[in-house]
Each structure stands twice: as structure tokens, then as C-alpha cells.
């Protein structure tokens, strides 16, 4: 079975802080993704890579950047993290035009 | 822009009934269409991947078809079950692309 893990399940942290959320898959899939979700606004994307090292805005990057050093991590990072990043952070991971499979989400809460 | 669009938002149903849930998008130029299951607080399950050049996939108690000219997919649930109160939500990819564009999810209680 494929598993995308993701480092902490709940997470608070103070406005201005930087923030580093991990994930992990197992699968050696090619693209992986970082989706937030809101209630009455659904799954929105931020960010997906590819392949090591290359990434692409999704439709919300604005406050957020990623890392993609080895194949089966993706990292999320908030620079400086503000009250309206308080979200369910879900990461994802593919192969190419393939189902994506989904990791268990991290709930941020910025105070 | 693709757009998705599911309704009901919510749905209530006795147990062992059968239902249908439905998906619509704006953007017939899909690549593929994916049904996920989400339990409160967790995570997205993929449930069944219908790739567009399909017009249905089946896995156990689930079918899922496809439409691509109107836009339109459905899951069917056959004999439901209180354990498959979930929101289920569709998401489609587009032509050349991976990024899934997702409708706001369909909320399924089912009553015992």
C-alpha cells in the first residue's frame, strides 16, 4: 500500500514564526503536492513539484515556499506565519496521471 | 478555469438504501476524474480513478461513472451502510496537467 506520512498531526504556533511542515512518501512517485483545506472553500493547491528539485505555483503560493531535495520528500514552509495560515495542511503524492494518494493532514494553528 | 461542482452539499439516508452522488465540472478537457472518501479531521482516501477515455469504474458496493461531453460523473453506493457516512468528494485533472481541481465535497450521514 502507498503511505505519504506527515510529520505532526496538530501544530500551534505564534504568528511570525517559520514553520516546516514534512512529508514523506514511499511509493518513489514522481509528483507530490501541498493542499490546504477550509471549510466552505475546500482543497485548495499551493504548491506541487515533479521531480527533485523543481516546483510549480499552485493557485495559493502567496505566504508559502517548498523544498524537494530527495525524491520522497516535500516540504512545506511558512516564512513567517500569520493567523490566516490556520488551516488542515494535507500533502499528496502521484505518479504521473495516476491516482493520488493522500496523507493523514496536519491541523495548523497560528496564534 | 475548471470548475467543480457537487450537490447535494449534504444528504441523508436510511441504511441499506442505494444513492447516487453527483459531480459536475466546467472544462470537459479532463484528464482524469478521482472520488475520495474523508472522515472528520482526517485525511483524503482515494475511492475509485476513472481515466477519461472510461465511462465507469467499479470497486465493491462503489461505481463511479464518467461523462466527459456533459461534464458530468456519479458515484453509486449500493446498500449503504452507516460505516460509509463520510463526505465524498471529486476531484479532476486536466489535459497535461496533474494538478486536481476539487468540488466542495457531498456530506453522506447514514441513519441505522
Known sequence: DVKVTQSSRYLVKRTGEKVFLECVQDMDHENMFWYRQDPGLGLRLIYFSYDVKMKEKGDIPEGYSVSREKKERFSLILESASTNQTSMYLCASSSSGQEQYFGPGTRLTVT | ?112
Do not use: H, M
Open chain 2, 1 to 112: 478555469k475548471q470548475e467543480v461542482t457537487q450537490i447535494p452539499a449534504a444528504l441523508s439516508v436510511p441504511e441499506g438504501e442505494n444513492l447516487v452522488l453527483n459531480c459536475s465540472f466546467t472544462d470537459s478537457a479532463i484528464y482524469n476524474l478521482q472520488w475520495f472518501r474523508q472522515d472528520p479531521g482526517k485525511g483524503l482516501t482515494s475511492l475509485l480513478l476513472i481515466q477519461s477515455s472510461q465511462r465507469e469504474q467499479t470497486s465493491g458496493r462503489l461505481n463511479a461513472s464518467l461523462d466527459k461531453s456533459s461534464g458530468r460523473s456519479t458515484l453509486y453506493i449500493a446498500a449503504s451502510q452507516p460505516g460509509d457516512s463520510a463526505t465524498y468528494l471529486c476531484a479532476v485533472s486536466g489535459a497535461g496537467s496533474y494538478q486536481l481541481t476539487f468540488g466542495k465535497g457531498t456530506k453522506l450521514s447514514v441513519i441505522p
